[in-house]
Every structure is written in structure tokens, then in C-alpha cells.
């Protein structure tokens, strides 16, 4: 497991041009989905099967810490160095279900106690304002508000049965969440009284949204599905498509000024410098599935992805020219596929260090798994109907295609 980190750090720095992404050593190899830091040094990294990593040295070492749980973490947030929320849940596909999990710690990890909900929706965003002041978005509309540091917490009438996947609050007043179930729903609902009612906005298209962002009480991205971004200059009542250049799953947004920011665009990074009027693809390597990205300031930022990889840059600049593995397509059946699918890996070299993983057509972690065959089968009966997205990866190649579970 060793020579698989030294080759991947290798591989992210020998082909960058002035260091602006540099690969960390996650210590696992998990899919991550979302990272935070309370400063600095003190940072938290969560995903699946309920894995927490912690580093206290700005990256440099990671440590994994035992949530007591086996839930897929959605979002994580450092209230302070030694105060931490982590949220998720899983679908539980025999009863068509979901359960919700919300970890705190008080002690920077040691020791991680879950709080129990009267929801049963899969919880997907939390977010502070403060040490006393947070939120939570999730399935089903689910928005849930503490004051309290977390310790308690109280459900929000949202308005929506849709999902939310991002929630952002500016202020104690304004906020906003955003969702949607598929590529054919959306919702973005805003509040003016600290989430004491919400109202919807029409962004004027159909397409699921991943995140939000806002950098004042007027200006604020959404990014979403088929490469949405959308951008408002008035508080949100009105919408302003902006041009990504791709069509892929964007998951999540970040500005680091009024001019500068970031939207992690699955296989790559977007940037821009003048608000959006541009957004330029940036190939940072390493990393197939990019899931999350955060800022400390505006040079200390994170991205956390698939098979545990962890990128830092200390610059907050743009082009991380690396090399990729290269993408070849996925030979699957049945496709469509009602129970089970066929994956032919017989090309591979290295089904050893091979991981598969499934997401759904929102980006979202379903599936991973690392113990393959030349001939790999995989148990799909409990998914809902639609289109999923498969992935290969390995440290020299990535296979991916689509299949359609009837």
C-alpha cells in the first residue's frame, strides 16, 4: 500500500507547473466526499463506511479516527479545533428507507457521539455561522437548525420534499439551500428570517443542483448537473446562466474573493478570476472523482475525492498541469440491468490495487468496492430506476460508462 501513495505523489508533482496542487497522504484509500479546517493545521476529512481522517500538521499526516459508525459521511464542519459535526445517513434498499446520522466530538475526535433524529432522511450539507448557530440539509426537504453549538437541534418547515443537497447562510437572517432529486427536478429555496420560513426560487430550468455559495447578501453560484452554473447578483431573484464548457457532474463551489473562484468539475477543476464571466478547466491530475473543496484563505485550500486522495495547494493559483491516467471505456452487462451487473476487467494488469465505484447521475457515492475478479459481479437490486454512473480506477487507468437500472 505504501509504493501506491509514493507513485500517485510522484505522478501529481513531477507534471506540475509551479506547484499549485500537491497530493496528500490520506493513509486510506475510501472515497472521500467532504473536508473542513478549524485553522491552518486542524482539519477534518469524511466518506464513506463512516471514515474520518484528521490531520493537525495543515496535511501533512493524516490519521483515521473511529466514528463508531458505518454510514456514508456527507459533510463535515470544524466549529472550533476541538468541536466537530459530521452528517450522513445510508438508503436502506430492502425497506426503500433512510437514516439520518449526525457525529459531534468535543474532544477533536477522540471520542464521536451520535445524535438521534426524528427524521429518517439522509442528511447531505451542514453549515455554521458561528460556534452557536449551524445548519442541516438533507432528503425530503429536511433542513434542521441549531443554537446551541449542535448540542440540540429543532426541524425547519422547508416547503420542498426534494432533496437538498448544499445549504449556505450569509448571515443570521439569509440563506439559501439548494438540491433537487434528478436530472429533471431542482429546487433553490431562500430565507430571510434565519430559516424560520422559506421561500422558492425558479432558476428556469429542470436540472438537479450540488452546491451553493455566496459571497455577500447579493452575490451568489449555484452549481449543479450538466455543468450549471448559475450566478445572482440580486439576493436571488434573478438567475444568470453562466458558460462552464462541460457537461459534467459540478459538485461543489467555492470563492476565495468577489473575482476568484472554484467548482471541482469531476475529473478536473474550474476556475475563474472575473466572477464567472470565465470559467478555465484546470487539470490537476490524481484524482478521477472529485467530490468537495474548501478554503482555509485565499492561498490554503482542499480537495478531497475518490479512493482517499487529498490535494492541497498553499497558492490558491490556478494551473496544475499533471498527467492522468488514461480513460478507456467499461465493458458492462447486462445494460440496461435489473439485479446484477458484469464487469469485464480481464484488460486490467493490476486488479490488486483496482477499486469500482458506482454514483449516482447527481455524483453522489452509492457504491466501492476493491475486491475484483477479471469477470467482477455487482449486486444492483437494491437501486432505484435510472442512470448510473461506474468507474475503474487504478493508479495507470480509469474505465467508466453509464448503465440503466430497470
Not at 420542498?160 to 439559501?176: A, E, M, Q, R, V
Not at 432558476?203 to 459571497?215: D, E, Q
Not at 492522468?324 to 490495487?353: D, F, G, R, Y
Request: with cysteine; aromatic share 10%; hydrophobic share 35%.
Amino acid at each position: 500500500m505504501k509504493k501506491i501513495y509514493i507513485l500517485i505523489i510522484a505522478i501529481c508533482i513531477s507534471g506540475m507547473v509551479n506547484g499549485q496542487w500537491v497530493a496528500q497522504n490520506s493513509g486510506i484509500t475510501e472515497s472521500l466526499t467532504s473536508v473542513h479546517f478549524a485553522d491552518t493545521n486542524i482539519g477534518y476529512a469524511v466518506g464513506i463506511n463512516g471514515i474520518i481522517v484528521k490531520t493537525t500538521n495543515g496535511g501533512l499526516n493524516w490519521s483515521s479516527q473511529n466514528s463508531g459508525v458505518s454510514d456514508i459521511l456527507y459533510s463535515v464542519w470544524n466549529i472550533d479545533s476541538s468541536k466537530i459535526i459530521a452528517v450522513g445517513g445510508n438508503w436502506i434498499p430492502y425497506d426503500n428507507t433512510s437514516t439520518s446520522i449526525i457525529l459531534i466530538t468535543n474532544n477533536g475526535g477522540i471520542f464521536w457521539d451520535s445524535i438521534i433524529l426524528s427524521t429518517n432522511s439522509i442528511l447531505y450539507s451542514v453549515f455554521f455561522l458561528n460556534s452557536d448557530t449551524g445548519f442541516i440539509a438533507g432528503e425530503n426537504g429536511t433542513i434542521i437548525k441549531t443554537i446551541n453549538g449542535g448540542d440540540t437541534w429543532f426541524i425547519q418547515n422547508s416547503g420542498t420534499t426534494k432533496t437538498l443537497n448544499s445549504i449556505y447562510f450569509i448571515d443570521n437572517l439569509n440563506g439559501y439551500a439548494v438540491g433537487g432529486f434528478n436530472a429533471f427536478t431542482n429546487v433553490i429555496l431562500k430565507t430571510t428570517n434565519g430559516g424560520t420560513t422559506w421561500n422558492s426560487l425558479n432558476p428556469g430550468f429542470s436540472s438537479s443542483l450540488n452546491s451553493v455559495f455566496f459571497n455577500d447578501v447579493n452575490t451568489g453560484y449555484i452549481v449543479g448537473f450538466n455543468g450549471k452554473i448559475l450566478k445572482t447578483i440580486n439576493g436571488g431573484s434573478t438567475w444568470v446562466n453562466q458558460s462552464s464548457g462541460t457537461i459534467n457532474n459540478l459538485s461543489s463551489v467555492f470563492f476565495t474573493s468577489n473575482s476568484t473562484g472554484f467548482i471541482v468539475n469531476g475529473n478536473g477543476l474550474l476556475k475563474t478570476n472575473d466572477g464567472g464571466i470565465n470559467w478555465i478547466e484546470e487539470n490537476i491530475g490524481c484524482i478521477e472523482m472529485l467530490h468537495s473543496i474548501n478554503f482555509i484563505n485565499n492561498n490554503i485550500g482542499y480537495i478531497v475525492g475518490s479512493n482517499g486522495k487529498i490535494l492541497k495547494t498553499t497558492n490558491g493559483s490556478g494551473v496544475g498541469i499533471s498527467e492522468k491516467p488514461s480513460i478507456n471505456n467499461l465493458t458492462l452487462s447486462p445494460n440496461p440491468a435489473t439485479n446484477s451487473l458484469t464487469l469485464n476487467l480481464s484488460q486490467l494488469k493490476n486488479l490488486q490495487n483496482t477499486t469500482v465505484s458506482i454514483y449516482d447521475i447527481q455524483g453522489k457515492l452509492l457504491l466501492q468496492q476493491n475486491r475484483l475478479q477479471p469477470q467482477t459481479e455487482l449486486d444492483i437490486s437494491g437501486f432505484a430506476k435510472g442512470i448510473y454512473i461506474i468507474k475503474v480506477i487504478n493508479e495507470k487507468e480509469t474505465m467508466q460508462s453509464k448503465f440503466i437500472k430497470e
